[in-house]
């Protein structure tokens, strides 16, 4: 008898150390992720060298309302009817929209799903198969209607990384929302500051006019006196057309810039004609706020945006290795399944079931871990276009406020090479008048003046459209809302991931 009880304990033994090596070797079998993991990380914007270039100055990040330094009330009030009315605000919206559609189908995936179903069904069964007599051979009118239930346990965080990402996805939207506002104004601003400048040209080109209609009158009284020919009369009007042509081109520039501004709007070309001449004042003092590099990343949307995408990215690669694991799934239903009508609402027409469905994949001919390569391919773009962004926002930033610095030094000087050129034609033309000096060098000393005029309204209006496009790269007074929680949540997925998956580097970048 003993005999026997041990070789049964020794039978039971052999058969729990065979199901454990078959279970072993189905689970080695099974797919798997070893080997694909990736090193790529994010940027710090501290790691750059800005001190030279960047230096900290105590100034304060651009507001909201950026475009009130210029003191121009029509620039504003543009400025409003841009942000309501362009398409690209819809088209931005519309995208912001579907990414938060997005995030509540994901969000779904992580409830538990009830529906009710009902049918009917007319008939016929076989006599010769699985249905017996007297259902066998005859017509039969079926109605079932169930009510079910099911919920996917997921024990493995799929559904859950799902909806995370969806959710950073949703965040990057919202900031590519402000990308598009911000383009859309510092653009409409600059477009208003360009019609300033062609007015300011346009009254230079309108007071040379004036300048050489009196050069050609004076070379007229002197051809009377002798003192010039024809060549020199012909000179003078040759001049003059030039000039009233300059004064047309002008005028026709206007007119474009007009209409650049109305589609900025997103209005026809008519509401282009409306607007009045600009009227810009100098603005602020151009002075940089401390800490630059490292708040510049959440104060600029395009690097908000990129930033929230590597995040997304970080829990699509989390989803895709879960999927390498067991997917369990529970399931129950409850209803009423009979022949006919009659019986139909009876308690012997009740029907019910419940049970577990487990999908355990073990050979999906390479599908699962193509797709986790594909997952860590996206996350190292993601990556690089993070980076790639803080590089040229970085560079954005140094290379208005070197073009700011670099005009307000050639402002000084061709203010006074302007003083001084205006003196010499006034000078000339006096001398010319009273017979002292030729034609030549008072055509001379005009064109002179001419150009340093001209130079100074240009430096003028440079100024003022790197101004503009400085606060734009500063980020227009956007600041990320939600800049801890993304941090937050970088932070967390980069210590439960190395944590839980030692044999994958990447998320120790996240």
């Known amino acids: 008898m003993i005999l026997q009880l041990n070789r049964q304990a020794a039978r039971s033994r052999i058969a729990k150390v065979g199901v454990t090596a078959i279970f072993a070797a189905v689970l080695s079998a099974c797919a798997n992720y070893a080997g694909i993991s990736s090193d790529k990380q994010m940027a710090q914007p501290q790691t750059y060298a800005t001190q030279q270039s960047l230096p900290a100055d105590h100034g304060h990040w651009p507001a909201a309302d950026w475009a009130d330094q210029f003191g121009d009330a029509q620039l504003k009030a543009l400025l409003v009817e841009a942000l309501k009315g362009n398409p690209s605000i819809e088209q931005a919206r519309a995208r912001v929209a579907a990414a938060a559609a997005y995030s509540d189908t994901a969000k779904a995936s992580t409830m538990p799903q009830v529906g009710a179903t009902y049918s009917f ?13 007297p259902f066998g051979g005859s017509w039969q009118s079926e109605n079932k209607g169930l009510l079910s239930a099911s919920y996917d346990l997921d024990l493995w965080g799929k559904n859950r990384e799902a909806l995370k990402a969806s ?27 360009q019609l300033a400048r062609l007015y300011a040209l346009r009254d230079i080109a309108q007071q040379e006019i004036t300048q050489r209609e009196q050069i050609d009158r004076i070379t007229a009284g002197r051809i009377a006196t002798g003192l010039d020919t024809q060549v020199e009369r012909k000179t003078a009007q040759a001049n003059l057309a030039t000039s009233r042509a300059t004064l047309a081109s002008l005028d026709g520039s206007i007119l474009t810039t007009r209409y650049q501004l109305a589609a900025l709007l997103g209005a026809g070309p008519d509401r282009g004609l409306t607007i009045a001449r600009p009227t810009l004042g100098i603005g602020d003092e151009v002075r940089l706020p401390d800490n630059l590099p490292a708040d510049l990343v959440s ?8 930033r929230w995408r590597v995040d997304a990215l970080t829990h699509d690669v989390k989803e895709a290795k879960a999927e390498f694991y067991p997917d369990i799934n529970l399931s129950a239903a409850i209803g009423l399944d009979a022949f006919g009508f009659g019986r139909f609402l009876t308690a012997a027409s009740r029907t019910a079931s419940v049970g577990p469905a487990i999908h355990l994949p073990i050979f ?18 993601a990556v690089a276009t993070y980076n790639q962004t803080l590089v040229t926002a970085l560079s954005e930033v140094a290379t208005q406020l070197a073009q700011i610095r670099s005009t307000d030094e050639q402002l000084g000087d061709a203010q006074a090479a302007q003083e001084a050129a205006r003196g010499a034609d006034q000078l000339a033309l006096t001398q010319y008048k009273a017979g002292l000096a030729n034609q030549l060098t ?16 240009n430096l003028k209006m440079n ?9 734009a790269a500063l980020g227009g007074g956007y600041t990320d809302s939600a800049d801890s929680r993304a941090q937050g949540s970088v932070a967390a997925s980069a210590t439960s991931a190395s944590s839980a998956v030692q044999t994958n580097p990447v998320v120790a970048t996240r």
């Open 121 to 133: 069904t007319r008939q016929q069964y076989s006599g010769t198969a699985l249905v017996p007599p």
């Open 167 to 193: 959710l950073s996805q949703l965040q990057a939207s919202e900031a590519d929302a402000e990308v598009v506002r911000l383009s859309l104004t510092s653009a409409t601003a600059r477009a208003y500051n």
């Open 299 to 306: 104060r600029r949307p395009d690097l908000v945006a990129a």
């Open 364 to 381: 999906d001919g390479g599908q699962l871990r193509a797709q986790l390569k594909g997952r860590y391919a996206d996350f190292d773009y």
């Open 442 to 457: 008072v055509l001379n000393a005009d064109t002179t003046a001419l150009a340093a005029d001209q130079q100074v309204a």
């Open 463 to 471: 100024r003022r459209d790197q101004q503009i496009a400085l606060a």
